[in-house]
């Protein structure tokens, strides 16, 4: 196998949610941000849609420690989404928020020596109220009990009709903060959860490539075939992906590269090189010079990973034309990774889609 210019391919798969807990410092998708810095939190204006202006869903997070910095020792960016179907506009970033957390190896929050796996640790919760639902800032409180805290209106209502209607007494605050914990499943609120693990892409020579390219078509058309049968691809995404499988006609190269680099490892979501280059699916809305803003310390930001349009397959969303859904997600961080203390810094997402003639 030949080198691959240092890109780590991410594949989700499920765990024991303990070692999803921010003190194991885990790359995830879905369920709840295991927040770095435990305090304080970003602000729920932060993570408003932009156009409709409800709370935006966790999606990923990936730890990423920045060695260059000692300030970033422990370093992790988040990405949240809108789940509203009518946010999610072609080529458009608007529904979308990158976070950026990080901390020196001596802080206030965790050990500088790893986390045991059967240990705890310390939590957001034991520094401000979280929403029992998303585990955002819990700024409002259930007016019956004052036990569960939420993030908005409308995670109070999922909390309401998923079981908190029935032990909501002013006078059993135990038994109703015990229905809000952490194994509580909100799916109209909260992404399934899995942990990210990576590995390094490995690019076969062309003595390696035995099976022709009709072939591995033919097996990449059976993949997807699969992931239907088994129910895992409800979405919009993997029609488009079943589509680019079978279709050849009218593809733009840079597509067809796109087709070709991934078909050996068909179920990575996520492709991470630090100051890489992203693998476009089209040749259309591709940024050019000035598109990607600086950071605001001055410095400008650099492509740090993307997320795949193969994670649609894994996030239970809605059918063909009622889903959210993209090509590929890529996000540019500040080169420096400039000093933010023990805040949460917004970076900049590109988002790019399948053209029309590549679906």
């Known amino acids: 196998m030949v080198d691959s210019n240092n890109v780590e391919l991410g594949f989700v798969e499920k765990t024991d949610s303990h070692l999803l807990c921010s003190f194991h410092f885990p790359s995830k998708v879905g369920g709840k941000p295991a927040w770095l810095s435990l305090s304080p939190l970003p602000s729920n204006k932060d993570l408003e849609c932009s156009k409709c202006g409800k709370i935006l869903s966790f999606l990923m997070q990936v730890y990423s420690p920045f060695e260059e910095s000692p300030k970033a020792f422990h370093r992790a960016l988040f990405v949240?989404?809108?789940?509203?179907?009518?946010?999610?506009?072609?080529n458009k970033n608007d529904n979308f928020c990158v976070l950026r957390s990080q901390l020196p190896r001596d802080n206030e929050f965790y050990s500088p020596e790893p986390p045991k796996e059967e240990a705890d640790g310390p939590s957001a919760k034991s520094f401000q109220d979280l929403c029992v639902v998303c585990e955002l800032r819990g700024s409002k409180r259930c007016a019956r009990c004052q036990s569960a805290t939420y993030c908005s209106?409308?995670?109070?209502?999922a909390d309401w009709k998923t079981g908190h209607k029935a032990v909501c007494k002013s006078n059993l605050q135990t038994t109703a903060t015990e229905t809000t914990s952490k194994t509580k499943v909100y799916p109209a609120c909260n992404f399934p959860e899995y942990e990210l693990i990576t590995e390094p892409e490995t690019l076969a020579?062309?003595?390696?490539?035995?099976?022709?390219?009709?072939d591995k078509l033919e097996e990449y058309e059976e993949f997807m075939k699969s992931k239907a049968a088994e129910s895992v691809l409800p979405d919009s995404a993997a029609k488009d992906l079943e589509k680019m499988a079978i279709s050849e006609n009218s593809q733009d190269q840079v597509f067809m590269k796109f087709k070709e680099r991934i078909q050996d490892e068909q179920e990575q979501v996520l492709r991470y090189q630090r100051n890489g280059k992203p693998l476009w699916v089209s040749e259309s809305h591709i940024p050019e010079d000035g598109d990607i803003p600086n950071c605001s310390c001055g410095l400008p930001r650099k492509f740090e990973f993307q997320i795949m349009p193969q994670l649609l397959t894994?996030?239970?969303v809605d059918s063909l034309g009622d889903s959210i859904d993209w090509g590929t997600l890529c996000v540019y961080t500040c080169s420096g990774s400039c000093d933010i203390g023990n805040s949460y810094h917004k970076e900049f997402?590109?988002?790019?889609?399948?053209?029309?003639s590549n679906i």
Do not use: A, G, P
């Not at 949240?80 to 999610?88: L, M």
């Not at 020579?205 to 009709?214: A, F, L, Y």
């Open 314 to 316: 894994y996030l239970e």
């Open 205 to 214: 020579t062309d003595s390696e490539k035995e099976k022709s390219e009709e």
């Open 80 to 90: 949240f989404v809108c789940r509203n179907v009518v946010c999610c506009s072609k």
């Open 349 to 356: 997402l590109w988002k790019q889609d399948f053209s029309d």
């Open 153 to 157: 209106k409308e995670h109070q209502e």
